[in-house]
């Protein structure tokens, strides 16, 4: 069964700091895709990461992908505090298909 | 171009009723998923349709079903709603379903169980 987990769960930090949020997923899949959710809102793509050593950048935030050790980070740097938000990966598998799996989500909050 | 709609925003129901709720994808694209979102569960996805035909399914009870329009737009129904039910409802367009695509999610629905 395909699992993915994100850690950590919870994250606060000051503007200005630089962090990392880490997703792991459990099975051979080579497509990997970051969310953003505000409170109250629907989802917002940020990433669609297709192949190993993927890497994209927008603005502060920076995603990377590592097939081989089933891993996704989402990279912060210099935090603000319109980057508050819950951020979700997600994964895939098998051609044309929708029935992604979600991590936990990642909430987010910067303090000023 | 107008984003993904969805109706209705908010539902307040009893158990034991039905539902049916609404997605009207970006015009041009053709598959449209469903996922249910709750604190406890987190993001799960419900079904994917793509020309009128379900191409993908999740784990979820016979209850849910949905359907696909020739204009794209889909419907899914909840029979006999549990309080376990009430959650956010969201669904998502692109333009082929392929994996490669960017998903637009619509603002959900907002479904209540009493």
């Known amino acids: 069964e395909l699992k993915v987990e994100q850690n950590p769960l919870f994250l606060s930090m000051q503007e200005g700091k630089n962090y990392t949020i880490y997703c792991n997923y459990s099975t051979t899949s080579d497509r990997l895709y970051w969310y953003r959710q505000d409170p109250g809102k629907s989802l917002e793509s940020l990433f669609v990461?297709?192949?190993?050593?993927a890497v994209k950048q927008e603005g502060r935030l920076m995603a990377s992908l590592d097939t081989k050790a089933r891993l996704s980070t989402l990279h912060i740097t210099a935090a603000v505090h319109d980057l508050s938000a819950t951020y979700f990966c997600a994964t895939s598998r098998g051609p044309g298909t929708y029935k992604y799996i979600f991590g936990t989500g990642t909430r987010l909050k910067v303090l000023a | 171009k107008a984003g993904v709609t969805q109706t209705p925003r908010y539902l307040i129901k009893t158990r034991g009723q039905q539902v049916t709720l609404s997605c009207s994808p970006i015009?041009?694209?053709?598959?449209v998923s469903w996922y249910q979102q709750t604190p406890g569960q987190g993001l799960q996805f419900l079904f994917e349709y793509f020309s009128e035909t379900q191409r993908n399914k999740g784990n979820f009870p016979g209850r849910f079903s949905g359907r696909q329009f020739s204009n794209s737009r889909s419907e899914m129904n909840v029979s006999t709603l549990e309080l376990g039910d009430s959650a956010l409802y969201l669904c998502a367009s692109s333009f082929l379903g392929g994996y490669q695509e960017t998903q637009y999610f619509g603002p959900g629905t907002r479904l209540l169980v009493l």
């Open positions: 990461l297709l192949s190993n050593g």
């Open positions: 015009s041009g694209h053709r598959s």
